[in-house]
């Protein structure tokens, strides 16, 4: 007596019993494989991956408490397995969270190493049916290659035998019209049971994994109806070829899963294309770099550089690292993180981004950050923070998805026993066209495919999304914040003028100045420490930054100050100014900032702004677009009042301390403003965390100090209105896609249990509800193009 795992099993080796080939299980050499015995033959693989070393540079530990670590996750075929994984292993104990990103089948797993190791992670994955490994860039292609070349194999079964079936099924339904011999019939009816048996054991074998792997666990995936209805359309069939009586839904069954196998190969390019930009940022970096010592130049691994080395970088090479110039000057073309094509002019002092181009003569740098510290690790690490991340609406969508999958299996039982217990000729017909045409593919794949597309259609402009809610939320928003440095100006000051008060020179100033804004991004400090690039700089100790008003620090056991006049004046309560100390106070395009020890003033730096040319066009289509626009800065009264009335912005509030700025905030929120605030990231951090939607413009920082929900890596501050456009067609989208899976859905079930949609209708109507769906999300990326091919 042979035991069987499912009744799939059970009809094969009755076909085979029944054909004579009883000889096949003399020459099989092992039992068949059941999925326990799968897991268990990992177990010794898995293990390996406990060791420490193994671990190292991959699994990161936060504390003792919490590790995480990224896997590649194969197997997935739709949001129904995303939301099973996650489900199934945050019922494990010692697991903190678990998130998927869709798009790519990166799985993020936080979990508790006292409690469980990495191997029971990979067990409980592959437990359900998957398969978790440690994530890495060659991993995923190569998966991502198998993955895509099982599909094309399945689909060619499907699509070769089931050419033959459906001439066989031709004659069938010609032989009911026209009248055939009995025998003849019965000889196309069996062999249409041996050309469907390899579609049904090769080409359906994901869909049966899947299904039980769900139900195991005691989830309803949506391999589960799809399941059940070519299981009912094959037994039926094969019990009506066996007693010689009944119909035969061969020709239902091959169609079908052609269909369905093909909608999940071209769902499968869309999420591969989707993720493609982000990917060619970190896959562009090279792997091998020209370091200087003793100024002989080697090749080495840009795995082994470390901050302070000293690189050459050719023209034509890719810059493999952020650093800073020490020799040499050049133009670098930075369309990859900025999305603009026109090159970059940089000298000695100034920073270079890793997958940035020297287009001009030879450089040398000196490493500043390396491996996941760079500013293109970090947007890379924002990208998938971002996937992983499910705005409101793919929640909801995924509720429903779950929702219904039981419901449409509740109806299909009862349509069953009605058809039964009716006498109905036509129950098993009405009840396979239910399981099959009700499959909510198409609902699931309505958000996460138009976000991914949306989101990664913007890196051509520069613009990353760090949140997945950004885009719904920036569709929403009616009113907008700005910050004035850096963000609507330039941000780029220039120090034109250095005014020593005290007795000493411009370049002791300068370097005073210097180590006090050592350790600051703001534009000020870049400016000066550009100044400063050949002037010795002293070293300085307990530098306080005190945000929004100046910086303070000891330098030789002494005190000294930098800031606006107001700040020098509240530190320094004995200080006086005079009135030709503010004189450039007065030219409204001018900034000025004092330098002070704890006695007297010793200098005065005075900088000058300009705006951004594309600020004049982003306000007035804000304007057109009737969203409210406010200027919030901390910069005088008189200066932000000019830059306000050159581009007609009507509120504005200015000398604005961090926490007078989320005042402002509080009160646009409470009038009940959608808010967007539009800042450098780190010094509007708090305005920007309390903001709706905040957009960082972190142009050359490190990114992983930066907290908004987009960032923006490009000089061209106009760049927000596509983002706005492309950010309403997403919900325009995601809105078509739900309202035309719950459409169809809806109207096909009942026609289908009326009998007016036969099974190979059903197949057809469910496999194109998925393709409209991820067609319609595709067109998101048409924007990217368009952007591209504007900004060259």
Not at 297 to 319: F, M, R, T, Y
Not at 336 to 343: D, K, W
């Amino acid at each position: 007596m042979r035991e069987f795992c499912c009744a799939g099993c059970l009809a094969v080796s009755e076909t085979i019993a029944g054909s004579g080939l009883l000889g096949y299980y003399r020459q099989r050499e092992l039992p068949a494989i059941k999925p326990d015995d799968e897991v268990a033959s990992r177990v010794d693989e898995y293990r390996g991956f406990d060791h420490e070393t193994v671990q190292a540079g991959w699994v990161k530990n936060k504390d003792d408490s919490c590790s995480e670590a990224n896997f590649l996750i194969t197997g997935i075929n739709c949001a129904a397995c995303v939301w099973l994984i996650e489900t199934y292993l945050a019922g494990i104990e010692g697991i903190h969270s678990a998130q998927i990103n869709f798009s790519n089948n990166l799985m993020k797993v936080a979990w508790d190493p006292q409690r469980l190791k990495v191997s029971g992670i990979l067990q409980a994955v592959s437990r359900i049916g998957y398969q978790a490994q440690p994530y890495t860039r060659e991993t995923r292609y190569r998966l991502l290659d198998e993955q895509r070349g099982q599909l094309l194999k399945r689909i060619g079964v499907s699509a070769a035998l089931g050419m033959q079936i459906m001439v066989i099924s031709v004659a069938l339904y010609a032989g009911d019209w026209f009248g055939i011999d009995a025998e003849i019939a019965t000889f196309l009816k069996r062999v249409g049971l041996l050309l469907v048996l390899p579609i049904m054991i090769y080409s359906a074998r994901p869909f049966f994994k899947g299904a039980i792997n769900s139900l195991l666990i005691g989830r309803a995936g949506m391999d589960v109806p799809i399941s059940f209805g070519i299981s009912l359309a094959f037994l039926a069939s094969f019990w009506a070829v066996v007693e010689n009586n009944g119909e035969v839904y061969f020709d239902s069954i091959a169609m079908f899963l052609f269909f369905i196998l093909g909608a999940r190969y071209i769902e499968l390019n869309t999420r591969i294309n989707g993720s493609r930009a982000m990917e060619s940022l970190t896959a562009a970096l090279p792997a091998i770099a020209s370091r200087l010592q003793d100024d002989v130049s080697e090749k080495v691994p840009v795995a082994e550089l470390q901050p302070g080395d000293l690189v050459l970088v050719n023209p034509g090479s890719v810059i493999p690292v952020d650093g800073l110039i020490v020799e040499g000057l050049s133009s670098f073309n930075e369309s990859l993180l900025s999305g603009e094509s026109l090159p970059v002019d940089k000298q000695i002092g100034e920073s270079v981004i890793a997958g940035s181009i020297n287009i001009g003569q030879p450089v040398t740098i000196r490493v500043a950050q390396t491996g996941e510290q760079t500013v293109l690790s970090s947007i890379q690490q924002l990208a998938d923070n971002a996937a992983l991340d499910k705005p409101r609406i793919t929640q909801f969508a995924e509720s429903i998805a779950g929702w219904f999958i039981t419901a449409v299996l509740l109806i299909a039982f009862i349509s069953l026993l009605s058809g039964l217990l009716g006498g109905d000729p036509d129950w098993l017909s009405r009840t396979i066209a239910v399981l099959v045409v009700s499959c909510p593919c198409a609902l699931s794949l309505a958000t996460p495919l138009a976000l991914s597309a949306g989101s990664s259609s913007m890196v051509a402009s520069g613009l990353f999304v760090a949140r997945q809610h950004a885009l719904e939320t920036l569709a929403r928003v009616d009113h907008v914040v700005f910050d004035k440095t850096g963000t609507l100006s330039n941000g780029e000051l220039s120090l034109i003028r250095v005014k020593t008060l005290a007795g000493l020179d411009w370049e002791e100033c300068t370097a005073i100045a210097a180590a006090l804004e050592s350790q600051s991004d703001h534009p000020i400090a870049r400016s000066i420490n550009l100044k400063a690039n050949n002037i010795s700089i002293p070293q300085v100790i307990d530098i306080h930054h005190h945000a929004g008003a100046g910086v303070s620090g000891h330098i030789d056991k002494r005190s000294y100050y930098m800031g606006s006049a107001e700040f020098l004046i509240e530190q320094i309560a004995t200080l006086k100014f005079e009135s030709a100390h503010l004189r450039d106070s007065d030219q409204l395009d001018k900034i000025i900032v004092f330098l002070a020890d704890q006695h007297q003033l010793l200098a005065a730096f005075v900088f000058s702004d300009e705006i951004k040319p594309g600020a004049f066009e982003l306000v007035d289509y804000l304007h057109r677009e009737r969203i409210r626009v406010t200027l919030l800065s901390g910069d005088r009264r008189e200066l932000v009042e000019h830059v306000a009335q050159q581009l007609r912005i009507q509120s504005f509030h200015a000398e604005c301390r961090p926490r007078e700025k989320t005042e402002v905030l509080e009160q646009l929120i409470q009038k009940g403003d959608i808010v967007a605030m539009v800042g450098d990231g780190i010094n509007d951090a708090p305005a920007l965390s309390l903001a709706h939607l905040s957009i960082a413009v972190a142009r050359d920082i490190n990114l992983t100090s930066v907290n908004a929900d987009m960032v923006m890596m490009n000089r061209h501050i106009e760049e927000i209105i596509p983002a706005i456009v492309q950010a309403r067609r997403t919900r325009r989208i995601i809105r078509q896609n739900v309202v035309w899976a719950i459409l169809y859905n809806f109207t096909a079930i009942p026609l289908a249990l009326v009998g007016l949609v036969p099974p190979w209708l059903a197949a057809i109507g469910m496999s194109l509800s998925s393709v409209v769906v991820v067609l319609n999300s595709s067109r998101l990326l048409k924007l990217k193009a368009k952007s591209a091919t504007e900004n060259n």
